[in-house]
């Protein structure tokens, strides 16, 4: 009854049996590779390479994708482990050697994971294969035994992924934004709907695409399946995101702005027929087969759209239908959205762009090789400001202090002191104090019941039949459990190996406690010593900064339609604001955030920023630069509005910098209202074009302050206090 009840309680915590069943694979997989090496071929280094290779590759390294994908890069990864173990083999003759070696590939290791998230999953098991084989003795002579025994492991543990109740594939990032993308065009044909006829249901489909649009969010996808690699895939990806959420803010601001009478014939209810339609279909051509996105039924409803633009009856002077010209510029700047979106699922799933669709520079990064693409990513973090550059430094930090520390101190199983420093050290200090207390008290358990085996049962033959059950029970049961459990039952585990491969009875287990100790120490003072906020300071100032950026994008837009440069240097410097503030806001959820930052609701902020920049290369798509030069009334009326945007801004991100901003509160939005400032130089030149761009001009700024009064409440700033009056 005990064990039925204590079975019923891990499988309680295990919904699906994912972890129990990776600790069965791990078990099998382990056990083959030590009894053959071992025993087999008796080699006490093949064993322990062999051991440490399974628990390195499929315990410490946490990949993305199905299991054949996993177990692609598990073979894939094999020469770079190859190189790691030469070179800690290598530089095992002096400890200052293998410290200073213990720096630079700690770094470079932890840092490589800017360009691709997978790095990110390998970069802990990289780290322990160099540690591993930095120690005495020094024996270059057995690196054929070395490599041979970790290549054994990495081919039996990928060959078991596939093969081994493989786990169940998770929602990937591409099936939300599949899904997000369904949901916003059921909510674009509401929309249309209620521009026309009464229909039921709409507020629960609105409800449901913005919670399909919010799951999209970098935050809420675990780090190894959300697209944050420098690569042209993942970066459309990103951009289909934002487009998305542009999307159905748009569509949210024409259904609030639906007639009291329906119109039966309103050019922008076409379009936004057109618009659902595309939408869904960019969104299936993500699916694995699914076809490609075909534009030209968008391009002719836009087309269309524009022909029919309301700017008055026979007289261009004439008092324009200013309702239906709000909307219908809404649903063109809709439009430009949805093209956006597909344009990004053909980059997403690896087509070449023609020069059409190649616009605004949005998608120009397509052009670039992944290296290329790569080394800007790299650029970017080489900051002081980054998140991700601090927590490499850090650990490198951390790790060469501990290998000088156990090569001093001349201790016999030293790998155990930089294994406690990669367990307990996090990229802030409240985390790893967090993680210090079950690792030392997990330890001190699990040293005194093995090093009570060892007094008791000497002989090897009982560690060698016990060895699968403590394998299971630190790869699977521990971790259920809890952290303490698991230190202490990977405590067991070490004990029993070593108990094979060196005997030293209750010595072992003291050493084990003694090494754990040691290196937990060594994480602790490195994260209070090193940026000890985490990531939760850069995000903040990260964030700081690209406010400030988007307000020049928004100064130099309008700017732009009046007659002067394009924003280009601009939209690069929001650009590479965005590298650094996206990444901070990855790290940040990872972390126990400090009190400044709790106070921020960062996905409002965020999002606040990322509105400006996709939906400003899409206005000067359809506006191009100098669209309104000549019309002064115009050009003051865009200037007053840019100016207020821009302080909004600028007291955002004093507000952000200092933790000290409100949470989102709903803004009404009406369409027409936000046209009274403009509504008296509508009849003031005889240009239909001249008018269609002050409009959608006027609407991006009117949206962008509904953004920021959505971040601070209306009386907060002069630019939230417009509260959609432009």
């Not at 101190?409 to 050290?425: E, I, K, N």
């Not at 050493?511 to 000890?532: E, F, K, Q, S």
Request: with cysteine; charged share 20%; aromatic share 6%.
């Amino acid at each position: 009854m005990l064990g039925t009840s204590l079975l019923g309680r891990l499988r309680g915590r295990d919904p699906g049996d994912v972890v129990l069943r990776r600790a069965a694979r791990l078990t099998l997989v382990a056990s083959a590779v030590f009894y053959a090496c071992r025993y087999g071929a008796d080699s006490p280094m093949l064993a322990t390479y062999g051991l440490f290779g399974v628990v390195a590759a499929g315990s410490f390294a946490q990949l993305p994708g199905p299991a054949p994908q996993r177990a692609r890069i598990l073979v894939t990864s094999l020469p770079a482990v190859w190189a790691l173990i030469a070179a800690g083999t290598l530089l095992a003759w002096s400890t200052w050697a293998a410290a200073g070696g213990m720096l630079v590939i700690g770094f470079v290791v932890a840092f490589a994971g800017v360009a691709n998230s997978r790095l990110v999953g390998l970069a802990s098991a990289f780290q322990l294969f160099y540690i591993l084989a930095s120690f005495p003795p020094y024996e270059p002579d057995t690196l054929p035994e070395r490599l041979g025994g970790v290549t054994l492991a990495v081919v039996l543990l990928a060959v078991a992924e596939v093969v081994l109740w493989p786990d169940p594939v998770p929602v990937t990032y591409r099936q939300r934004l599949a899904e997000a993308a369904d949901g916003v065009g059921t909510f674009l044909d509401d929309t249309a709907d209620a521009l026309t006829h009464p229909t039921g249901g709409r507020d629960t489909r609105r409800e449901r695409a913005y919670d399909a649009v919010a799951a999209l969010a970098l935050s809420r996808n675990p780090p190894a399946w959300a697209p944050t690699a420098a690569g042209a895939q993942d970066r459309a990806l990103r951009i289909c995101a934002a487009a998305l959420r542009e999307v159905l803010a748009e569509a949210d601001r024409l259904a609030a702005d639906a007639p009291p009478e329906p119109i039966p014939d309103l050019a922008a209810v076409r379009l936004l027929r057109s618009c659902a339609d595309t939408t869904r279909a960019a969104g299936r051509s993500l699916s694995p087969g699914g076809p490609p996105v075909d534009l030209g039924g968008l391009d002719v409803a836009v087309g269309r759209a524009e022909a029919a633009y309301p700017v008055g009856e026979g007289d261009a002077r004439a008092a324009p239908d200013v309702p239906r010209l709000c909307r219908d510029a809404t649903a063109l700047a809709l439009a430009a959205q949805v093209r956006v979106l597909a344009v990004g699922t053909r980059v997403a799933n690896g087509s070449r762009l023609d020069g059409e669709d190649a616009y605004s520079g949005l998608f120009e990064y397509a052009r670039h090789g992944p290296w290329t693409l790569y080394w800007r990513q790299f650029r970017a973090h080489l900051a002081p400001r980054s998140a991700h550059l601090h927590s490499s430094l850090r650990l490198a930090v951390a790790l060469a202090v501990a290998r000088v520390a156990a090569g001093l101190l001349q201790l016999t199983h030293g790998f155990w002191v930089l294994l406690a420093t990669l367990t307990v050290l996090r990229t802030s200090a409240a985390n790893t104090r967090t993680e210090l207390r079950p690792a030392v008290l997990g330890t001190i358990v699990g040293a005194v019941v093995s090093g009570g085996l060892m007094l008791v049962i000497q002989e090897p033959i009982v560690y060698a039949v016990a060895l699968p059950f403590t394998l299971m029970l630190a790869f699977g049961v521990g971790r259920l459990l809890g952290p303490v459990w698991q230190q202490a039952l990977f405590t067991v585990l070490l004990t029993f190996v070593f108990a094979q491969l060196a005997p030293e009875g209750w010595r072992l287990a003291a050493a084990r406690l003694v090494d754990v100790v040691l290196g937990a120490v060594i994480g602790v003072l490195a994260g209070v010593a090193m940026w000890p906020h985490g990531a939760s300071r850069d995000l903040r100032r990260n964030a700081a900064r690209y406010l400030a950026a988007c307000a020049d994008v928004v100064e130099q837009t309008v700017q732009a339609v009046l007659g002067g440069p394009p924003p280009d240097r601009a939209l690069d410097r929001v650009r590479r604001s965005t590298t650094l503030v996206d990444s901070s806001y990855c790290q940040y959820h990872s972390e126990r955030p400090d009190p400044p930052s709790r106070g921020v609701d960062w996905e409002a902020v965020l999002a606040t920023g990322h509105r400006a920049v996709p939906a400003a290369e899409s206005l000067l798509r359809r506006n191009p630069p100098g669209c309104l030069a000549g019309w002064p009334a115009a050009a003051a009326l865009l200037r007053d509005s840019a100016g207020q945007l821009r302080s909004g801004y600028d007291d955002l991100a004093d507000e952000v910098a200092h933790g000290r901003s409100s949470s989102p509160v709903p803004v009404p939005t009406n369409c027409v209202d936000e046209l009274d400032r403009v509504r008296p130089l509508l009849g003031e030149v005889g240009s239909r074009s001249s008018i269609r761009h002050l409009v959608e001009v006027d609407r991006w700024l009117a949206g962008l302050a509904d953004s920021l009064a959505r971040v601070r409440p209306p009386g907060g700033g002069d630019a939230s206090s417009r509260g959609g009056k432009s």
